[in-house]
């Protein structure tokens, strides 16, 4: 006789993995089941290096951290795992397949199965090995074109997800206060509206992709003094509110901005890793951010070692967590057994970090990494076979497809900067001449990276392994675009050396030319070893080493002058501001970058870019940008002359325009109205060109010092020869508002400058308003855009 047994039912899911629910009911249900331990594992990460053979990550020894055992650690899980990709030169497909497997063990070694987050950098795309070298953010400020960046971000974002990465370590906010400091590439500008737009693009694009983006250096890094990394910062109140932080209020208010991270400075004595009040106080409570804040990297141990805000690791976990930082980056250090041992001891209230983790799980059941179907295949290696030798997978994900170059090369384009030009350019490409391309930056296929992208910032101490991407130098370029043109060729100096023995050969190379090419700039580096990066902070703004003395040489030639700038910050250019034949500037515009620079000197490409920082005329200067109150410029009580040799906002294209018809709807408005106003750009040249038509508010009288003017908007017209277009401009008061002696941000009553222009210091036409009313506060919620509207081109 046969028993019937009932088939059993499947156990029911754990109500983490239930996605019916909520995500904080998941998390809250799982945080219930979890020993300290367990929790404690969820804020930190370990940095680690894929397997080029396919193979689990290692983990990575820095010299500032002791070795990490992985097998300890992992049974109670593991937040981060910190750069797999960006550690070491790694094939994408086998790096994809070694966090594959890294994440496998992670799942099956902790009791919830909970995967980590891996993040990788991606400041000039993503930091992977072959993977694609976009221009850097200064270039990105330089096209002040948001939609392009916002197309860039989200092609990063797709290669980054497709190997299993999950969060980006992007944008960077930091306003440009001082271009001696090293950074001044990874920034975006001088300008917090230029910077604001630019980054919320960015971060909107690589959200759009599943990426998470983070928000960095949170704030005031670029504000240390003299320009010097890490250096304190001695900012008051209202610089901070009105310059510092409106591109961070921007991107977390409009950008669905996931991620922040804690700058490394200290503000008037305040570390911003243990600032309650900006972590917790401005961008939660205040701005509304529910994200996770990561630490900078080694950030956390700072408070101890660097600040000297607390006397042990286990304090410094304390004051960080308290402040409101989630998660301690790279790798585990005062997260680890200081933290657990503080909490025993009752030095740190197990709520903070409960806090903490409640954020980062919720954050990763949002990346679905707690659902019960999350496979840890990622995209690229779905339908591949992950069980054979390397050698099958080996080259079958490609990070730097054709599209992808494309993309790069139209970014560079429009970021490339005319300075000056006195009819030299555009040069006819099929015209045969003789061009002496001089300089240290002609030969360099990297002189086109910055310090965050992968060849410099990883594959310099691999020299033996490839970049990866293709990068042809500038003469290689050159060649392309003029082929029947004779290049000859000469370094004439180092970029950062004081040699000039090769001055002789670089000046009989320019008077036999029919033109010069002047290759110069910097070096991206890292700590000391480029011009130009973190940690490569200049002492003036001279270019490095003997390129000034090389430059006046070839001006001394008689040889009409191009100079091409390849660069991270804007230089002094002595005698050539105004004896070039023509002025390039360019700010490490990537792998594209050589190409785009011939383009635009062939007249292939129509020059489009505008400067996001000024050049400054004379080096020592700073520091100094266009953002100033009126004592801030030049005037006779100082012998010291800030004005630029070329202003933010400034750029030449090759045809011209006329601005003209400006109407103002009605020139009084109440402090929470609007003005509207509209004007006419012709093109009145024979050329197509792209016109920016930039809005600054000048405030002639208020409560407290302001810039004698600030940019508000602007809008890129592209105009045919002979054609016009009509402007219509919607300027909300909001606009107007500051932060006033007590604190609060006012629109004040009065009379006000719009004025539509070219650059910061050049206004071609001027609407006075006046608001009218009670002073008015305003908070987060504020209108922060002019809203412009370009008439389409007329139907024929």
Same mark, same amino acid.
């Given at each position: 006789?046969?028993?019937?047994?009932?088939?059993?039912?499947?156990?029911?899911?754990?109500?983490?993995?239930?996605?019916?629910?909520?995500?904080?009911?998941?998390?809250?249900?799982?945080?219930?089941?979890?020993?300290?331990?367990?929790?404690?594992?969820?804020?930190?990460?370990?940095?680690?290096?894929?397997?080029?053979?396919?193979?689990?990550?290692?983990?990575?020894?820095?010299?500032?951290?002791?070795?990490?055992?992985?097998?300890?650690?992992?049974? @109670?899980?593991?937040?981060?795992?910190?750069?797999?990709?960006?550690?070491?030169?790694?094939?994408?497909?086998?790096?994809?397949?070694? /966090?594959?497997?890294?994440?496998? +063990?992670?799942?099956?070694?902790?009791?919830?199965?909970?995967?980590?987050?891996?993040?990788?950098?991606?400041?000039?795309?993503?930091?992977?090995?072959?993977?694609?070298?976009?221009?850097?953010?200064?270039?990105?400020?330089?096209?002040?074109?948001?939609?392009?960046?916002?197309?860039?971000?989200?092609?990063?974002?797709?290669?980054?997800?497709?190997?299993?990465?999950?969060?980006?370590?992007?944008?960077?906010?930091?306003?440009?206060?001082?271009?001696?400091?090293? +950074?001044?590439?990874?920034?975006?500008?001088?300008?917090?509206?230029?910077?604001?737009?630019?980054?919320?693009?960015?971060?909107?694009?690589?959200?759009?992709?599943?990426?998470?983006?983070?928000?960095?250096?949170?704030?005031?890094?670029?504000?240390?003094?003299?320009?010097?990394?890490?250096?304190?910062?001695?900012?008051?109140?209202?610089?901070?509110?009105?310059?510092?932080?409106?591109?961070?209020?921007?991107?977390?208010?409009?950008?669905?901005?996931?991620?922040?991270?804690?700058?490394?400075?200290?503000?008037?004595?305040?570390?911003?890793?243990?600032?309650?009040?900006?972590?917790?106080?401005?961008?939660?409570?205040?701005?509304?951010?529910?994200?996770?804040?990561?630490?900078?990297?080694?950030?956390?141990?700072?408070?101890?070692?660097?600040?000297?805000?607390?006397?042990?690791?286990?304090?410094?976990?304390?004051?960080?967590?308290?402040?409101?930082?989630?998660?301690?980056?790279?790798?585990?250090?005062?997260?680890?057994?200081?933290?657990?041992?503080?909490?025993?001891?009752?030095?740190?209230?197990?709520?903070?970090?409960?806090?903490?983790?409640?954020?980062?799980?919720?954050?990763?059941?949002?990346?679905? /990494?707690?659902?019960?179907?999350?496979?840890?295949?990622?995209?690229?290696?779905?339908?591949?076979?992950?069980?054979?030798?390397?050698?099958?997978?080996?080259?079958?994900?490609?990070?730097?497809?054709?599209?992808?170059?494309?993309?790069?090369?139209?970014?560079?384009?429009?970021?490339?900067?005319?300075? +000056?030009?006195?009819?030299?350019?555009?040069?006819?490409?099929?015209?045969?001449?003789?061009?002496?391309?001089?300089?240290?930056?002609?030969?360099?296929?990297?002189?086109?990276?910055?310090?965050?992208?992968?060849?410099?910032?990883?594959?310099?101490?691999?020299?033996?392994?490839?970049?990866?991407?293709?990068?042809?130098?500038?003469?290689?370029?050159?060649?392309?675009?003029?082929?029947?043109?004779?290049?000859?060729?000469?370094?004439?100096?180092?970029?950062?050396?004081?040699?000039?023995?090769?001055?002789?050969?670089?000046?009989?190379?320019?008077?036999?030319?029919?033109?010069?090419?002047?290759?110069?700039?910097?070096?991206?580096?890292?700590?000391?070893?480029?011009?130009?990066?973190?940690?490569? @902070?200049?002492?003036?703004?001279?270019?490095?080493?003997?390129?000034?003395?090389?430059?006046?040489?070839?001006?001394?030639?008689?040889?009409?002058?191009?100079?091409?700038?390849?660069?991270?910050?804007?230089?002094?250019?002595?005698?050539?501001? @105004?004896?070039?034949?023509?002025?390039?500037?360019?700010?490490?515009?990537?792998?594209?970058?050589?190409?785009?620079?011939?383009?635009?000197?062939?007249?292939?490409?129509?020059?489009?870019?505008?400067?996001?920082?000024?050049?400054?005329?004379?080096?020592?200067?700073?520091?100094?940008?266009? /953002?100033?109150?009126?004592?801030?410029?030049?005037?006779?009580?100082?012998?010291?002359?800030?004005?630029?040799?070329?202003?933010?906002?400034?750029?030449?294209?090759?045809?011209?325009?006329?601005?003209?018809?400006?109407?103002?709807?009605?020139?009084?408005?109440?402090?929470?109205?609007?003005?509207?106003?509209?004007?006419?750009?012709?093109?009145?040249?024979?050329?197509?060109?792209?016109?920016?038509?930039?809005?600054?508010?000048?405030?002639?009288?208020?409560?407290?010092?302001?810039?004698?003017?600030?940019?508000?908007?602007?809008?890129?017209?592209?105009?045919?020869?002979?054609?016009?277009?009509?402007?219509?401009?919607?300027?909300?008061?909001?606009?107007?508002?500051?932060?006033?002696?007590?604190?609060?941000?006012?629109?004040?009553?009065?009379?006000?400058?719009?004025?539509?222009?070219?650059?910061?210091?050049?206004?071609?036409?001027?609407?006075?308003?006046?608001?009218?009313?009670?002073?008015?506060?305003?908070?987060?919620?504020?209108?922060?855009?002019?809203?412009?509207?370009?008439?389409?081109?007329?139907?024929?």
């Amino acid at each position: 006789m046969t028993e019937n047994v009932a088939p059993q039912s499947p156990a029911p899911l754990p109500r983490w993995r239930d996605t019916a629910l909520s995500a904080e009911a998941r998390v809250d249900a799982l945080i219930r089941e979890m020993t300290i331990e367990e929790k404690v594992a969820q804020l930190f990460g370990v940095w680690v290096g894929a397997s080029d053979e396919g193979g689990e990550v290692a983990p990575h020894q820095h010299d500032m951290e002791e070795p990490v055992d992985l097998d300890a650690l992992l049974p @109670d899980g593991l937040g981060q795992l910190t750069r797999p990709f960006g550690t070491v030169p790694v094939d994408p497909a086998l790096g994809a397949l070694s /966090l594959m497997r890294t994440q496998q +063990r992670i799942v099956a070694a902790n009791r919830f199965g909970i995967p980590a987050v891996a993040h990788e950098e991606c400041l000039a795309g993503f930091a992977a090995w072959g993977a694609t070298a976009y221009p850097v953010p200064l270039s990105w400020g330089a096209t002040f074109d948001p939609e392009l960046v916002r197309e860039m971000a989200a092609a990063i974002g797709r290669d980054m997800r497709a190997v299993g990465v999950h969060q980006g370590l992007a944008p960077v906010l930091d306003v440009v206060r001082d271009a001696r400091w090293g +950074r001044v590439e990874e920034t975006i500008g001088e300008d917090p509206y230029l910077v604001g737009t630019i980054a919320t693009a960015y971060v909107q694009g690589l959200e759009s992709a599943g990426v998470v983006a983070t928000l960095k250096h949170f704030a005031g890094y670029s504000a240390s003094r003299a320009g010097r990394n890490l250096a304190p910062v001695g900012m008051g109140r209202r610089e901070l509110a009105d310059v510092i932080l409106p591109p961070f209020e921007m991107a977390v208010r409009e950008g669905g901005v996931r991620s922040v991270m804690h700058a490394y400075t200290d503000t008037d004595g305040v570390p911003s890793a243990a600032d309650g009040e900006l972590l917790t106080g401005l961008l939660r409570d205040a701005w509304g951010f529910a994200g996770t804040v990561v630490a900078d990297y080694f950030g956390i141990a700072f408070l101890k070692t660097l600040h000297g805000v607390a006397a042990t690791f286990g304090q410094a976990a304390g004051a960080a967590l308290a402040a409101g930082v989630d998660v301690e980056l790279p790798t585990v250090k005062t997260f680890g057994a200081p933290l657990l041992d503080a909490v025993a001891k009752g030095e740190v209230p197990e709520e903070l970090v409960e806090r903490a983790v409640r954020r980062v799980l919720v954050q990763k059941v949002e990346l679905g /990494l707690l659902d019960p179907g999350w496979s840890a295949v990622p995209a690229a290696l779905e339908g591949a076979d992950t069980t054979a030798g390397p050698e099958t997978l080996r080259g079958t994900v490609d990070l730097d497809p054709d599209r992808n170059r494309a993309l790069a090369a139209r970014i560079a384009e429009r970021a490339v900067v005319l300075l +000056r030009n006195d009819g030299v350019l555009p040069l006819d490409p099929r015209s045969p001449r003789r061009i002496a391309l001089i300089g240290p930056n002609a030969e360099v296929p990297t002189a086109v990276l910055g310090c965050y992208s992968f060849p410099v910032h990883v594959g310099r101490q691999h020299p033996d392994i490839p970049h990866g991407v293709d990068l042809p130098t500038l003469r290689e370029a050159l060649a392309v675009e003029f082929p029947a043109a004779e290049i000859t060729v000469a370094p004439g100096t180092g970029i950062d050396d004081a040699a000039t023995g090769g001055f002789a050969q670089a000046v009989a190379l320019a008077r036999g030319a029919d033109l010069v090419i002047a290759a110069l700039g910097d070096r991206a580096g890292l700590f000391g070893r480029g011009t130009s990066g973190e940690g490569c @902070d200049a002492q003036s703004l001279t270019l490095p080493g003997a390129q000034q003395q090389l430059l006046d040489a070839l001006l001394d030639t008689g040889t009409p002058v191009v100079a091409v700038l390849l660069a991270g910050r804007p230089y002094t250019l002595g005698r050539a501001t @105004d004896e070039a034949a023509a002025i390039v500037q360019t700010f490490f515009p990537g792998e594209a970058g050589t190409g785009a620079i011939a383009s635009v000197l062939s007249g292939r490409t129509e020059p489009s870019g505008r400067l996001p920082v000024s050049v400054p005329r004379h080096p020592g200067a700073q520091p100094s940008t266009y /953002l100033a109150a009126r004592l801030g410029h030049a005037s006779e009580v100082s012998s010291i002359d800030p004005s630029p040799a070329f202003a933010f906002g400034h750029g030449l294209t090759y045809t011209t325009f006329a601005w003209s018809g400006l109407t103002v709807e009605a020139a009084e408005a109440p402090t929470d109205g609007e003005f509207r106003l509209s004007l006419t750009v012709h093109n009145t040249g024979d050329r197509p060109g792209t016109e920016l038509v930039q809005l600054y508010l000048h405030d002639p009288v208020a409560s407290v010092v302001q810039p004698v003017q600030r940019l508000i908007g602007y809008v890129r017209v592209d105009l045919p020869p002979g054609e016009s277009r009509r402007i219509h401009v919607t300027v909300p008061a909001d606009l107007a508002s500051f932060t006033g002696r007590d604190g609060r941000r006012t629109v004040e009553p009065g009379e006000l400058e719009l004025r539509f222009a070219a650059s910061s210091t050049d206004a071609r036409l001027t609407a006075r308003v006046a608001l009218t009313g009670p002073a008015r506060p305003v908070d987060h919620h504020r209108r922060r855009h002019a809203e412009f509207t370009v008439e389409p081109r007329p139907s024929s």
